[in-house]
Antibody, heavy 119, light 108 residues
Framework: DVHLVESGGALVSPGGSLRLACVAS????????MYWVRQAPGQGLQYVSS????????YYEESVKGRFVISRDNSRSTLFLQMTSLQREDAGVYYC????????????WGPGTLVTVSS | SFRLTQSPSVSVSPGQTATVTCSYV??????VNWYQQRPGQSPVLVLY???KRPSDIPARFSGHNSGTTATLTIRGAQDVDEADYFC???????????FGGGTHLTVL
């Protein structure tokens, strides 16, 4: 079975930094593009960032460009999201997700990790 | 990036057909995926490439995409189908995913 488990969510002050991690298991990690998708409390899903099967192809939602960096360690089947200059609007549950069944289709999601930005 | 428009809510009686729509001017030229999210749970892929169902999704879920609108149809809606539904596609200019705002489906 595919498993994605996020960690690293926490309470952080505005302007602070966090590093999220997602450990994958049950599939060949280096064959799948991976995503971070977030969801503010009571709101919809918002794409944050994605990465190709290696560290070369990375993409970002406009509001996080220059502040967030996505990366992956295929040897450890782990996805990362380094977040800096955090703003209140960045708060929410961050999901790690796998692109699998088709291009651009996310076929597995982790349970999410909560990021709270507050002073 | 562009926006996908969904109605905030849809209601249907058990056993009836529910229709959830997603709109964008060029949507018919793009592949659309649909996700179901029950309260307190992570999203689940229910349709991809407009009409395809993952193997564990019931056949009562179907899709269509043409012109400016993609549609998720649930025939014979059940209580367990009550959830938020999100459409999603791909912005080929930026290489990023785009989600609709979500539709809450009530079955009562």
């Amino acid at each position: 079975d595919v498993h994605l488990v996020e960690s690293g969510g926490a309470l952080v002050s505005p302007g602070g930094s966090l590093r999220l991690a997602c450990v994958a298991s049950g599939f060949t990690f280096n064959r799948h593009p991976m995503y971070w998708v977030r969801q503010a409390p009571g709101q919809g899903l918002q794409y944050v960032s994605s990465i190709g099967t290696n560290d070369i192809s990375t993409y970002y939602e406009e509001s996080v460009k220059g502040r967030f960096v996505i990366s992956r360690d295929n040897s450890r089947s782990t996805l990362f999201l380094q977040m800096t200059s955090l703003q209140r609007e960045d708060a929410g549950v961050y999901y790690c997700a796998r692109e699998g069944v088709a291009l651009g289709a996310i076929d597995h999601w982790g349970p999410g990790t909560l990021v709270t930005v507050s002073s | 990036s562009f926006r996908l428009t969904q109605s905030p809510s849809v209601s249907v009686s058990p056993g009836q057909t529910a229709t959830v729509t997603c709109s964008y001017v060029l949507l018919g030229t793009l592949n659309v995926n649909w996700y179901q999210q029950r309260p307190g749970q992570s999203p689940v892929l229910v349709l991809y490439q407009d009409v395809k169902r993952p193997s564990d999704i019931p056949a009562r879920f179907s899709g269509h995409n043409s012109g400016t609108t993609a549609t998720l149809t649930i025939r014979g809606a059940q209580d367990v189908d009550e959830a938020d539904y999100f459409c999603q596609t791909w912005d080929t200019d930026t290489g990023t995913a785009v989600f609709g705002g979500g539709t809450h489906l009530t079955v009562l």
